[in-house]
């Protein structure tokens, strides 16, 4: 991994678009199973959920603001994570360390070296396979395709490209969504406005 003006932990630097190159090669060599370890969704939350990077050795640290409190992603590089935690937890002063993305492997792993493991249910990501959301099968869609006939029963519904002539449309549309939702009172919502 070339980290080249990355602060060597504790120390840390906004993410930059200049970093692009250097986060997609480390995700590319260390396949994440997480859906926020893309650069992409790193640079597109950092206004609303802080990202910063840092390094130890050849390992990038991620580190984001989660529901108020900042958490690291497990550091990625080829090292055992329980080493690189100790390491980390070594050069922390003190400073409790979270880490939030963690694989069931990784959290085993943590566990066995007497770390504690919480997990939390409502950021476990959900993944589904790509006939089921083609066919919709069975009673577990069954509130899905009921709400695509809804739509399709009182709607005029057709795909177009998103181009500048209907840009303010779907503009218009986001507010009127946001309004009914009251995305002010969800932070969650409020980013993705």
Partial sequence: MD????????????????DRAMVEKAFRENQPQISEHTF??????????????SQLDDFLLVRR?????????????WRSLSSVVEELKSLAGGETLEFYGLTSAQAEELRRKGFQITSSRADW??????????NLPGPRFYSKRKEIQKCLS?????YKALTSEILSDCLSLQTRWCN??????????TGEN
């Fill in 3 to 18: 980290s080249a003006g990355l602060p060597r932990f504790p120390a840390f630097k906004p993410l930059e678009l200049s």
């Fill in 40 to 53: 992409t969704n790193l640079f597109v939350w950092r206004g609303s959920k802080e990202v910063f990077l």
């Fill in 65 to 77: 603001k989660h529901r108020g409190k900042y958490f690291l992603f497990p550091p990625i590089g």
């Fill in 125 to 134: 990501d959900y993944v589904y396979l790509v006939s089921d959301l083609v």
């Fill in 154 to 158: 009182n709607h005029k519904c057709e």
């Fill in 180 to 189: 009914v939702k009251h995305c002010e009172a969800e932070p969650g919502l």
